[in-house]
Structures are given as C-alpha cells and as structure tokens.
C-alpha cells in the first residue's frame, strides 16, 4: 500500500488499458472489476486508455495531412480516443447503478512538463479529484493526457496511461492496479505459443520489471515508481496478478 489516505474511505486506482476495453465486452469487464472494488468498500479512480488502434488511426491521418502536425493541435486530437473510453466506461458503469463523476482532462488538471508529445506529470489538483468522491463512488478520467506550462495539451508518451495511473496513485495516496491482459508478469511472453511462459511473478522488484516487462508496463512509469517507492499490481480483470514493489522477487509455476 502506498501513503495513507489521512482516515477517507480507502481509494483504488485501476487502470484500464486499451487491450482491456475491446468492444462492449471489454468495457463491461472493466465495470465488473470497478463493482468488485466497490463491494469491498473502496471507491475507484478508473483510469482509461483509447480503444484498440484508436490512437494508430488518429496518428496516421493525422500526418496523412501534414507532414509534421503542430504537437498541441496533435495532441488534443490524439486526446479524444481516451475521452471517448472515458464516456463509454462511464455510460456502462451509470447503467449498472454506479454514481460516477467522468472528468476531462482539462478538469483532470494533470500538468507536465518536457515535450509536449512525450512529457512527464509534474502536478494534480488532488483536491479536486478528493472533492469528487465526495459525491461519487467512481472517477473515469483519461490516461495519457495532460497538459503543459502554456495550457496547452500535452501527451505522455506511448502506454502513458500507466504513468497516469501511477502519478494519481501517489497523489492520492491510493492502492494501484493497472489492469492489463495477461495475468501479471512472467518470465516470457505468455501469449507465444511456440515459447509459452510457465512462470509467473508473485512479486517482483521494479529493476526485475524495467528488465523483463518493458512491454508489459510503460519503462517511464516503471522508472517513476521505482523514484517514487510505489507499489502497485499488474493483473488481467478479476486476477490477483503481480504485486510490483521492492522484492524479494517469488515466482510460481503456471500450468501450461
């Protein structure tokens, strides 16, 4: 667990990646996930990417019309396919009864600096997103976006919704899942068939991630929470998954 929460109700964050929200299924595995939080007396920050090739597409007509887009005008367009993830989750989740508060990356208020294509979280209004909860048990909000000094949107970089997820978690002083779709992280590529993974991390250091999951977890937001000391889970949806933290490294078989 990562700072305490000062005596509110316990808050989660899980982030919910583009593999993830694949058609309606997808989406409506992730309420499931959120229910089962908030049945055990947690509330949820759902952190979302775009849909899958969402953002290819938006990239490549992008630059299908000029050569090198202005990076603000590019981003606030790659922006609208984690802003559509953040309506749909929100539509199925209000349609399962939950109260939820969608926030905008404007209303989100994640500032960064460097470039502006590939930048890093420097600052949240915490207190927002605190003061949201007090009338909601769920906040969707988009991963990956923010925005720079001059107000202008801003991108973390390629999986950069991991590092939203994980900058939020210690803003918030909340528990972190980034919910992936595999069940946490192996010593190979569980999804190859010709060198299947049997093994599969209980726990595993952030050095061992940053070595053998730089697919599996953005490195920018594995370096972040290793600055940082934030422990955090990789898990598909209703998996424990990997706890990620300062080790021991434990690994378990998996049968093929």
């Known amino acids: 667990m990562n700072a305490p929460n000062n005596g509110r109700a316990a808050l989660v964050v899980l982030k919910f990646g583009s593999s993830v929200l694949e058609g309606a299924a997808g989406f409506r595995r992730a309420v499931e996930q959120i229910h089962a939080e908030l049945a055990s007396g947690s509330k949820v920050c759902a952190v ?83 003061a949201a909860f007090e009338t909601a048990d769920v906040i969707v909000v988009p991963g990956f976006v923010g925005r720079d000094a001059t107000g202008s949107t801003s991108l973390l970089g390629r999986g950069g919704s991991d590092l939203t997820a994980l900058f939020i978690s210690r803003e918030l002083g909340a528990d972190c899942c980034l919910v992936k779709d595999v069940d946490g992280l192996y010593d190979g590529d ?34 972040f929470a290793r600055q940082h000391a934030i422990r955090f889970r990789i898990a598909a949806v209703g998996r424990r998954g990997t706890e990620i933290g300062p080790g021991p490294n434990v690994l378990e078989r998996v049968a093929s």
């Open 190 to 223: 569980p999804n190859c068939p010709r060198n299947p993974a049997q093994r599969r991390y209980v726990r595993a250091c952030w050095d061992e991630l940053a070595r053998v999951g730089d697919v599996v977890v953005q490195p920018k937001a594995v370096r």
């Open 48 to 130: 979302v990417s775009a849909t899958p090739g969402t953002t290819n597409d938006l990239w490549r007509s992008a630059h299908e019309l000029a050569l090198d887009p202005q990076p603000g005008l590019l981003g606030a367009l790659m922006a609208t396919g984690e802003h559509a993830s953040v309506g749909l989750l929100s539509i199925a989740l209000v349609a399962r009864g939950a109260v939820v508060t969608p926030l905008t990356a404007a209303e989100l208020d994640l500032r960064t600096a460097g470039p502006s294509l590939d930048a890093h979280p420097v600052a949240l209004d915490s207190g927002a997103l605190r």
